[in-house]
């Protein structure tokens, strides 16, 4: 099994070793593959990617407008990404 790299809001956070994907989070029992190695975020939570930082915060707002959509599905791509590295 891959690399264990934390827990959010009760849901377990691995290591992804699927290109180009940062993490997935196993929901009801299928991976759910979100972030990606070649962006930066603003802030890594889970620690592992912390060199992809930029803290910018009108990037930030950017991403957020720009996936406004997707983000707020519970247990999503988009909202584990919004919420893990955004």
Known sequence: ????A??????NIYISKKY??????????????FGDIRYEQ???KMGHYTDLNHFDTKR?????K??????HK???AGW???????
Do not use: T
């Open 20 to 33: 180009p994907k940062k993490y997935y989070a196993i929901v009801n029992n299928r991976k759910v593959y």
């Open 66 to 71: 720009r996936h406004e959509y997707d983000r």
């Open 42 to 44: 603003f802030r890594d």
């Open 80 to 86: 584990f990404a919004d919420q893990v590295l955004w």
């Open 6 to 11: 934390g827990n959010y809001r009760g849901y």
């Open 60 to 64: 930030r707002n950017n991403y957020k």
């Open 74 to 76: 519970v247990a999503s």
């Open 1 to 4: 099994m891959a690399d264990y």
